[in-house]
């Protein structure tokens, strides 16, 4: 019976340590003006592991999916959603499209994980849905 609990328990701990430190995908990303929209298939657990995600890959996102930096004095806006049950055709819910997915499965369902406003002094502010 101990040799079943410890077997329990190491699975369990196995699984917690999964879901804490597996990585992020970046599923796909694009740019309107000075606004883009990131789609992942999760984040952090935490609040300081979202920030913290974010400080490390936010100049790797902007260059594999070349966005253009904004002009200076100007604000930014990112928008991280979940990629959910993945993409869908626009009909059925409110949803998200991405102009740079080929339709019909294009869209996504709105569920924001992370919103973060980068101010024209520089200044970023992070909103945790």
């Known amino acids: 019976m101990k040799k079943l609990y410890s077997i329990t328990g190491v699975v369990i701990i196995s699984l917690i340590f999964y ?3 597996r990585p992020v995908h970046v599923i796909h990303a694009e740019q309107y003006e000075s606004n883009a929209v990131i789609v992942v298939d999760h984040l952090p657990l935490t609040n300081k592991g979202k920030i913290s995600w974010w400080k490390k890959t936010k100049s790797s996102i902007a260059m594999r999916y070349q966005f253009v930096n ?3 004095n100007a ?3 990112y928008i991280i959603f979940s990629i959910g049950s993945g993409f869908h055709s626009e009909a059925q ?3 998200f499209c991405l102009r740079n997915v080929k339709p019909p499965q294009n869209c996504i369902d709105k569920i924001p994980l992370m919103t973060i406003h980068k101010s024209p002094y520089g200044r970023e502010e992070f909103m945790m849905d």
């Open 19 to 21: 879901f804490i430190l």
């Open 70 to 72: 904004a002009p200076e």
């Open 75 to 77: 604000s930014e806006n």
């Open 93 to 95: 819910k409110d949803r």
